[in-house]
């Protein structure tokens, strides 16, 4: 088992940069293909990023490629978000997820943070 802890979250103006981090506990870090997905009030919990278990391999949702990278640390046992030229659609409570799949489906990450709040103002 694994548990999450987002952070990094803030009000930031449109076109700025943000950088989350997310800090896993336990042993097997590295185990896990880890993503990133957010929830917009009144929406349905999207995928953002994610990344391989050796971070090797990234995938991302196609409004956010160019803007967002993600990358992991596993010595650190942390997982970063890095989102650049952000917009007042970027908006959401970002969640960082654990999983075994390198998928963008929410029914393949089984560990979940509580969430960090992103909001960007236009």
């Known amino acids: 088992q694994v548990q999450l802890v987002e952070s990094g979250g803030r009000l930031v103006q449109a076109g700025g940069s943000l950088r989350l981090s997310c800090a896993a506990s336990?042993?097997?870090?590295?185990?896990?293909?880890m993503g990133w997905f957010r929830q917009s009030p009144g929406k349905e919990r999207s995928f953002v990023a994610g990344?391989?278990?050796?971070?090797?391999?990234?995938f991302y949702t196609n409004s956010v490629k160019g803007r967002f990278t993600t990358s992991r640390d596993n010595a650190k046992n942390t997982v970063y978000l890095q989102m650049n030229n952000l917009k007042p659609e970027d908006t959401a409570v970002y969640y960082c997820?654990?999983?075994?799949?390198?998928?963008?489906?929410?029914?393949?990450?089984?560990?979940w943070g509580q969430g960090t709040h992103v909001t960007v103002s236009s």
């Open positions: 997820a654990a999983g075994d799949m390198e998928s963008m489906s929410t029914n393949y990450y089984d560990y």
């Open positions: 336990g042993r097997t870090f590295s185990s896990y293909v």
């Open positions: 990344i391989s278990r050796s971070g090797g391999s990234t």
